[in-house]
């Protein structure tokens, strides 16, 4: 399957450099390699893949946005974790020992300001954040917290969780996040659960039972394993529960796992810098610790991010061929669609607008036709944008139809997707090419989309009243091309 109007026929030249019977591998059965080589092969195709999606999807621009909202709305979130804790009174005693590991996790325990009476002394910025938690929870008692400072603090929680969820959508590909009330509802599940299950995992860690259990022989190398599986279990609730689609457990499971992996590998190599080097000291002295600890966090949201996209790879890699990806990063900005294909897409819409059922999800839409999934969200913002189409929440999430199909015409979709409207400029203009393109379109004017919906299941006889169109648009091509060489010394003489 290849994307409609884009050449696939040079596939294979991105793998020239390997040997002829690897390229046979890649692209032909598997069967002959066996369950090992299907493996590798899979493999092969896996990580490139997910490499050139987070370049696509300036991954490191997103985690530096996760950054700065991390900075502002850390200590809010631990307000609320807190709040949380002390509604259940089992979890109460916990909440000093998440606390601790919070600030230990983002390196927060290290740093360290002057002392504004005495600049001699250093005090630990713990400390400080510790004091602004306390106050809040003094003051929250006493009934002395304005209602603007409880909004504030809701604010900083939504809006870093809101941050995250935008990118964890653009890596999904889903173009519409959650309305406001959709996110209070979502986002209040992992603020209350997630805070449970992980004060569950911290209990465990410091329970005097579980010490007994791993207290014989290996017990130094089994206790560890309890942080990198509470950290597992953050990663894969936060990949299972933010993005606005349905992930599967397996591939997140996975991206968790590895993700957690890497981290706890960075915290290792930072721990050591931290350690040994420590470089910035002697340039800005104990505020040095502050541009690391930035760092650190953007790291963090880094292998975070990277966490997301190999579970969207892993999700989609079997479904989506790896060319077709590759030509859908490469353009970007310029969508390929024949005429044929959007009208079908329409027709679609139209029949299910007419049978009442409601608005249609990219996956459905997706499946029927056989195309994948940045394709059709690059189609379906088209069309939205051009006022054809709109994406509702009600009853169900998805596109419907903005108006009846008695009332859109193939003249519109097509005039939807015209070169300048999806990001491709006309290189050669000519009053002889515009003629045929006014031609062509004479022959759909009566034609609404309604009348696609009741040929739908017979559309060859729909596809019959604009043959026409497709053999003036191959004048059309022939045209550009004997224009070609004549606008090009044209364009040379004027330089």
């Known amino acids: 399957m290849a994307l409609p109007g884009v050449d696939m026929s040079d596939k294979k030249n991105r793998f020239r450099f390997l040997p002829k019977k690897l390229e046979d591998w890649l692209y032909d059965s598997t069967g002959e390699i066996g ?64 606390r601790n590991d919070i600030y230990e996790n983002l390196n927060l325990d290290q740093l360290t300001y002057p002392d504004p009476k005495n600049p001699e002394q250093e005090l630990q910025v713990t400390e400080y954040l510790d004091g602004v938690i306390e106050r809040f929870f003094e003051s929250s008692k006493q009934g002395t917290a304005t209602i603007v400072s409880i909004i504030l603090v809701f604010w900083a929680v939504m809006k870093l969780l809101t941050t995250i969820e935008k990118t964890f959508n653009n890596i999904w ?5 959650r309305t406001f009330i959709q996110r209070v509802i979502s986002f209040w599940t992992p603020l209350t659960l997630g805070p449970l299950l992980i004060g569950g995992a911290v209990y465990l860690k410091t329970s005097p039972y579980v010490t007994r259990i791993f207290g014989g ?57 931290m350690e040994k080097f420590i470089p910035y000291s002697k340039l800005y002295g104990a505020m040095g610790l502050i541009p690391l600890t930035v760092f650190y966090i953007y790291l963090t949201w880094m292998i975070v ?58 996956s459905l839409i997706s499946r029927v036709f056989n195309l994948p999934g940045t394709f059709v969200q690059a189609v379906m913002k088209q069309l939205a944008g051009e006022g054809l189409v709109v994406y509702a929440t009600d009853p ?46 004479k022959n759909a004017e009566n034609v609404t989309v309604r009348d696609v919906c009741d040929s739908i299941k017979q559309f060859e006889a729909t596809a019959a009243k604009i043959e026409q169109q497709a053999e003036l648009q191959d004048e059309i091509e022939e045209q550009i091309n004997q224009d070609k060489p004549e606008n090009t010394l044209n364009d040379k003489d004027s330089q």
């Open 396 to 441: 169900d999430e998805g596109f419907m139809l903005q108006r009846t199909p008695e009332k859109i015409t193939v003249n519109q979709v097509l005039d939807a997707f015209a070169l300048e409207k999806v990001g491709l400029r006309e290189p050669y203009k000519s009053s002889a090419i515009e003629d045929l393109v006014r031609k062509s379109r």
């Open 35 to 98: 369950r090992l080589g299907g493996m590798l092969i899979y493999q092969f195709k896996l990580w490139p893949l997910c490499v050139k999606l987070l370049r696509r999807n300036r991954s490191n621009q997103q985690a530096a946005a996760l950054a700065y909202h991390t900075i502002f709305g850390i200590i809010p979130l631990v307000i609320i974790m807190f709040v949380i804790f002390q509604s259940f009174p089992s979890y109460e005693k916990i909440g000093d020992q998440l």
């Open 173 to 177: 590909n889903v173009a519409y996040g």
């Open 305 to 362: 991010i990277f966490g997301v996209q190999l579970s969207y790879t892993i999700q989609n890699l079997k479904k989506i061929d790896f060319e077709e990806m590759k030509s859908a990063m490469e353009r970007e900005s310029a969508l390929l669609a024949n005429d044929m294909l959007i009208l079908r897409i329409m027709g679609f819409l139209a029949f299910r607008f007419v049978n009442g059922d409601g608005p249609t999800r990219y």
């Open 217 to 273: 022989a290996g017990s130094e190398h089994l206790q560890p394993l309890l942080p990198f599986i509470l950290t597992v279990m953050a990663l894969f609730f936060l990949y299972i529960a933010m993005p606005n689609t349905r992930v599967k457990a397996l591939p997140a499971l996975w991206s968790a796992i590895i993700a957690a992996l890497i981290w706890f590998l960075l915290k290792h190599v930072f721990n050591i810098y």
